[in-house]
C-alpha cells in the first residue's frame, strides 16, 4: 500500500506543479514579465514548490535526512538529468546573463548553505539570511528584465489564462502539492524503514528524482518548443529556490540538523555545479551541446551509484 501512495503522491505533485507553471506564466504575461525573467522566476519557483512542500512535511514530521536531502538530491538532478537530457535532444544555448550574473549565484547560495550546514545544523537565523539573498536575487532579476523589455521592444504573448482563472488555478495546484507531499512523505518513511535503508538514500534518489519531474517535464516541453530561454533559466532559477528558499523557510518552522552522509551530498552538488560553469563556456558560441549534456548525465548517474553503491 505505501507503494500505492507513493505513486499517488508523485502522480498528483507533477500535474499540481504543471497546472502552476502554466497558471503562474500567466500571472506573469498580465503582469509583463519577459519570458527569461520568467523562466528564471515564476516557472522555477512554480516547479520548485514540490520540493519545497515535501521539505517542509518531512521537516514538521522529524524526517531531516528527507528534507534537505530532497533539497540537495533535486539540485543535482535538476544540473546532472533534467540539463543534460534536454541537451541531448536539443542543443541548450546560455544566454550572457546566465554565466555572468545567474549561476555565480546560484553558486553563492550554495557555498553559503555549505557553510551553514558544515556544523551540523541550519539555524533560524541562518534560514533568515538564506531568504534574505532569495528576495536581493529576484528583485534585482525583475528589475533587469524590465529595463531589457524596455531596451529591446519586447512583444508578449497573449495569457493562457485570464487573471481570475489563473489565480484559481494556482489555488488547486497549491492543495494537489499539499496533499501528494503528505502521501510522499508518509510512505517513502516507511518504505526505507521496510527496506532498510536510509531516509537519506530514499531522499536523494527517489523522492529528488520525483519532485524534479516538473523541471524535466518543462524543460522537454520548452525544447520541443525551441523556448530555450525557458529551460536555462527554470533550471538555475529552480536550484536557487530550491537551496535558498526551501532551507530558510523550513528552518524559521524547525532548526534542521545535517547529517555527514549529507555534507557529501551537499560537496557533490558544489561539484556538479562547477562542472556545469565550464560547460557553459564559450566554444564558438556559448551553448550546452549533446556532448556537454552526455557528460551531465554521466555526472548524474556516478553520484547515484555511489549513494546506492
Do not use: C
Request: proline share 3%; aromatic share 8%.
Amino acid at each position: 500500500m505505501e507503494y500505492f501512495y507513493l505513486l499517488l503522491g508523485f502522480a498528483v505533485l507533477l500535474v499540481s506543479g504543471n497546472t502552476l507553471v502554466r497558471a503562474g506564466v500567466s500571472l506573469a504575461t498580465h503582469m509583463r514579465i519577459s519570458t527569461l525573467a520568467i523562466g528564471v522566476t515564476v516557472v522555477s519557483l512554480g516547479t520548485s514548490a514540490p520540493e519545497l512542500v515535501v521539505s517542509i512535511n518531512a521537516a514538521v514530521r522529524g524526517h531531516p535526512d528527507i528534507a534537505l536531502g530532497n533539497v540537495i538530491g533535486s539540485n543535482i538532478s535538476n544540473i546532472g538529468l533534467v540539463l543534460g537530457l534536454t541537451a541531448v535532444i536539443l542543443p541548450v544555448p546560455v544566454a550572457a546573463g546566465t554565466v555572468k550574473r545567474d549561476w555565480p549565484f546560484m553558486m553563492l547560495a550554495s557555498v553559503v548553505f555549505y557553510i551553514f550546514a558544515i556544523n551540523g545544523i541550519v539555524s533560524y537565523t541562518e534560514g533568515i539570511i538564506l531568504l534574505s539573498l532569495l528576495s536581493g536575487y529576484l528583485i534585482l532579476t525583475l528589475k533587469d528584465s524590465r529595463q531589457e523589455m524596455l531596451e529591446i521592444g519586447h512583444r508578449f504573448e497573449k495569457a493562457a489564462h485570464s487573471t481570475l482563472m489563473a489565480v484559481f488555478l494556482v489555488a488547486i495546484s497549491s492543495a494537489g502539492l499539499y496533499f501528494g507531499s503528505n502521501w510522499l512523505v508518509n510512505s517513502a518513511g516507511t518504505i526505507a524503514s521496510n527496506l532498510g535503508v536510509s531516509e537519506r538514500v530514499i531522499a536523494v534518489t527517489l523522492i529528488a528524482f520525483g519532485t524534479s519531474v516538473p523541471e524535466l517535464a518543462t524543460s522537454l516541453a520548452a525544447a520541443l518548443k525551441k523556448e530555450m530561454n525557458i529551460t536555462i533559466g527554470n533550471i538555475i532559477g529552480s536550484n536557487i529556490f530550491n537551496i535558498l528558499a526551501i532551507p530558510g523557510i523550513t528552518a524559521l518552522i524547525r532548526s534542521m540538523t545535517v547529517s555527514g552522509e549529507l555534507l557529501f551530498d551537499i560537496r557533490y552538488m558544489l561539484a556538479i555545479s562547477l562542472l556545469l560553469f565550464f560547460l557553459m563556456l564559450p566554444s564558438g558560441k556559448s551553448v550546452i551541446n549533446r556532448k556537454r549534456g552526455i557528460i551531465l548525465l554521466l555526472s548524474y548517474f556516478i553520484y547515484i551509484y555511489i549513494v546506492v553503491a
